[in-house]
C-alpha cells in the first residue's frame, strides 16, 4: 500500500509540474513579445499600422481606414465613411471606395461577397503580420473573420 501511495504522489507531483512549465513558457513567450514591441516601438517611435504596412505611412486616410477596419472587422463603403467622418470630421464615400480600390491592389483588404452587396475586411495576410508583430499567441484558425 505504501508504495502505491508513494507513487499516486509521484504521478500528482509530475502533473504539477508539468503544468508550472506550461504556465513559465506561455509567461515567457509574453515577455518575449513585450520585449519585442518595446524594441519597435524603439526602432520606429510607435506601434502605428503603418509599422506593419509601411506603404500607406505617408496615406493617413487609408491608415485611418485600416484602423476603421480593425475595429469593425467588416464594413461596407457607407460605413467607413461614416466611421471615418466620426473620427475626422469629414469623409467622401468616393474617396473612401477610391482608397479600398487602392488598398486591394496593396493585398492589405480584401471584398467579402454578401448578400448586401460589397464588405471589404483586412486580408488575412496583414492580420497575421499584425499578430506576429505584437506577439500574440493567437493561432490565426482561431480568428473567425478574416
Known amino acids: 500500500m505504501p508504495d502505491e501511495d508513494l507513487a499516486r504522489e509521484v504521478q500528482e507531483l509530475k502533473k504539477a509540474l508539468e503544468a508550472m512549465r506550461a ?41 485611418e481606414i485600416v484602423k476603421v477596419l480593425f475595429d469593425l472587422r467588416r464594413a461596407n463603403v457607407s460605413q467607413i465613411a461614416r466611421e471615418l467622418k466620426g473620427r475626422r470630421g469629414k469623409a467622401s464615400r468616393n474617396t ?31 492580420v497575421k503580420r499584425w499578430l506576429k508583430l505584437i506577439g500574440m499567441p493567437i493561432k490565426f484558425e482561431q480568428i473567425k473573420d478574416y
Not at 48 to 61: M, Q, R, S
Not at 98 to 121: N, S
Open 96 to 126: 473612401v471606395r477610391a482608397k479600398l480600390e487602392e488598398l486591394e491592389r496593396l493585398g492589405v483588404v480584401r471584398e467579402v461577397p454578401t448578400e448586401r452587396g460589397r464588405v471589404y475586411t483586412l486580408s488575412r495576410d496583414v
Open 23 to 63: 504556465s513559465f513558457e506561455f509567461v515567457s513567450r509574453m515577455a518575449q513579445a513585450y520585449l519585442r514591441l518595446l524594441n519597435v516601438y524603439a526602432e520606429y517611435g510607435g506601434l502605428g499600422i503603418d509599422v506593419v504596412i509601411p506603404e500607406i505611412k505617408h496615406d493617413p486616410i487609408a491608415r
